[in-house]
Every structure is written in C-alpha cells, then in structure tokens.
C-alpha cells in the first residue's frame, strides 16, 4: 500500500488515500512498522498549532487530585471528599483519583494487555477490524476515519460491557481476562464515582444510578504510536465526550491536555491514578453546573503511549429514552437551559454550540 506524505506536492485524493489506509486493517501503527518517516496527508492538521501546546510549563494550575481512601468508612471525610468533586465538576471537569479501590497490579496489567494486543502480529488482530462499531468487540483506526477533516494518530481496540457484555471468547485471547477483571473493577468504581455525583449535587446518593447513567459502559483500549512528525497531527483532537462520565487509565507517557481558563493544562500520569471527566450528558442533566470540557491528547516521536477509556453512557448506542436537567436542581433562578430530548440530540446541540 502506497499512501501519500506530507512531503508530496502532487494531486491529493484524500477519498482513496482514506479508503486504502481502511483497506490495510493495519492502523497506524502498521504505517510505522512500515518504516515511514512522514505522515500521510490525511492525518495533517491544518489549524494544530504546535507553538501553543501547553501552559502547564509556566502555569499554576493543576488537574485536582482526589483522593478516595476512607470514603465509605468516615463520614467527615466522606462530605470533604464530595466537596472537592463538587468543586473539581464545577470548575473544571476534571479530576484524579487516587486510592479509588482498583489494584495498581489490576490497572498495569491492563495497560500491558492493551499494548500487547496492538503490538501483537498484525494478522492477530486484523480478525478484529471493523467499522460496525456496534460490534460487541472492535479493531480499528478513528471511529470517524470517513467524517473528520483530518485523521488523529490512534488505533483502539473497543468493547462494550453494559447492559449486556460480550461473551469471554469474543475478546481477544492476549488481553482476555484482565479487560474482564478491569472491565468488572471500573464498574464497581463508576457506581462510587455515581454516588458522590449525586450528593455533590445535593441528591439521594442513589440518585444518578436510578437515572441509570451507569447502566450503558464502553471500553476503548487507545495505542498511540510513535509518530515521526508529532507536531502536524495529534492522538485525539480537541473534543469533550459525549456520555455522562468517563473513566479514564493511561500509562505514564503523557500527552493528555485539558483546556482550562483558556490554556492547555497537562493531566500528568501519576503512578496508580485514574483521570475522571465530566461528559456532555452529565452536563445537560445537571443544567450546566457539572462542565464537560474539551480535552486533546499529544503524540511523540520517542514512545508510544496507551491509555484505556471507559465511558459510561455513550451516543455510539443511540437510545430513545429522553433527559431533561434534573427538577430538583431548577429554580425560578435556574431554569431549565434544555428541553426535554434523546441524548444524542443534546450532545449534537451542545456541540454545535461549541463549534
């Protein structure tokens, strides 16, 4: 397969470069074992801006950390626990857990599954491949290869668990087994996570789970390759998620950004944390008090990077119940800011909003 590069002035046909890039079922990282040293045109991004990639250098804000030992066990410090999340939702979207209740031997056996499943023989994983993302399990190069405007450095793996998970056999037999334990682990920490959520908000602590927030979960198992031009392409380009909350575990590479007060603020790896992000659903519901923040992910020419996300509620399962912004969190001073709808269409609202 011969794909232009960024080095190539001749004709461009995006269509067929797109189409043979599909074809390859190889990803980018099968471009990398290939030997290039410039990337195709289709993964360029004209507007990236490589001069601004960050303020954390020179910034004073951080990602909060959380830290969740003892919050089932001391009531006092399970309402500072909730104050801080309160605070973190409302301000920036964000935050880490530490102590959160799943093994550190749990999370980077996961992270070894992943990366050993991408960087496994390409024909292993070429019976995954497919754009039927609504397979039970998935192998593929950008969900929306054929929509974007530019391609994003970045092959996933990708399984749903709730409300019905694949069958152990349907999942790949190099990761089998920890995606089930991980699988299992960030459900139960979801629920916790569900919980504090709703007494932050002032609501029975059973509150977001009986809106069944939790009940829909999707896993994607990202491998970031290395990439021989990083500053004209990037691991996922500026975007909030559409659910109402994701879980997310990554290694301890880097590159994940948050854009915060206008700068774009590094959520470092810490050793045994895991990055927690307000979706766009969960701001519609609690009427824009809990913010659903773009976020970004940078490439680098030395490593590659994996991370695992694990959101709960997505719009890659359209449903047709409807959500409005909870009652008992309006007043005649906070009226409600959306209608009554199906998720997907308050996600494409709010993100036409942001465009």
Not at 279 to 296: A, Y
């Amino acid at each position: 397969m011969i794909l232009p590069s960024s080095g190539v002035e001749s004709e461009y046909d995006r269509k067929s470069e797109l189409k043979a890039f599909d074809a390859s079922k190889s990803g980018v990282k099968g471009l990398v074992d290939g030997g290039m040293t410039k990337i195709p045109l289709m993964f360029i991004h004209p507007h990236y801006n490589p001069d601004a990639k960050s303020g954390s250098a020179v910034s004073q804000f951080r990602v909060p950390l959380i830290d969740l030992d003892g919050v089932d066990d001391n009531a006092t410090l399970r309402a500072k626990i909730i104050d801080q999340v309160r605070e973190a939702c409302e301000n920036w979207g964000f935050f880490q857990v530490v102590n959160h209740g799943i093994p550190a031997s749990v999370l980077e056996e996961m992270i070894d599954g992943i990366r050993g499943f991408h960087e496994q023989d390409t024909q292993m994983k070429k019976e995954f491949y497919t754009r039927d993302f609504k397979e039970k399990v998935s192998f593929a190069s950008n969900f929306d290869l054929f929509q974007a405007t530019a391609a994003t450095w970045k092959d996933s793996l990708s399984w749903a668990v709730a409300p019905i998970p694949p069958h152990p056999t349907e999942l790949p037999a190099v990761c089998r087994d920890i995606v089930m334990e991980y699988s299992k682990q960030v459900k139960r920490l979801g629920y916790t996570l569900f919980e504090l959520l709703s007494e932050a908000l002032g609501l029975n602590v059973n509150h977001l789970k009986d809106m069944d927030c939790a009940e829909m979960m999707f896993h994607a198992g990202h491998y970031y390759p290395p990439c021989p031009e990083p500053e004209l392409t990037l691991g996922a380009r500026r975007h909030t998620d559409s659910g109402f909350l994701t879980v997310l575990l990554q290694d301890q590479v880097g590159g994940l950004q948050v854009l915060h007060q206008n700068q774009w603020i590094d959520a470092s790896p810490m050793p045994g944390a895991l990055v927690i992000n307000v979706g766009d659903s969960l701001q519609v519901i609690t009427n824009d008090r809990f913010k659903s923040i773009e976020h970004r992910v940078l490439v680098n020419s030395a490593s590659s990077r994996v991370s695992v996300a694990s959101a709960f509620g997505t719009t890659l399962f359209p449903s047709s119940r409807l959500y409005s912004p909870i009652k008992e969190l309006l007043s005649q001073e906070n009226p409600p800011k959306y209608k009554e709808a199906t998720l997907q269409t308050h996600v494409a609202y709010l993100r036409g909003k942001r465009v």
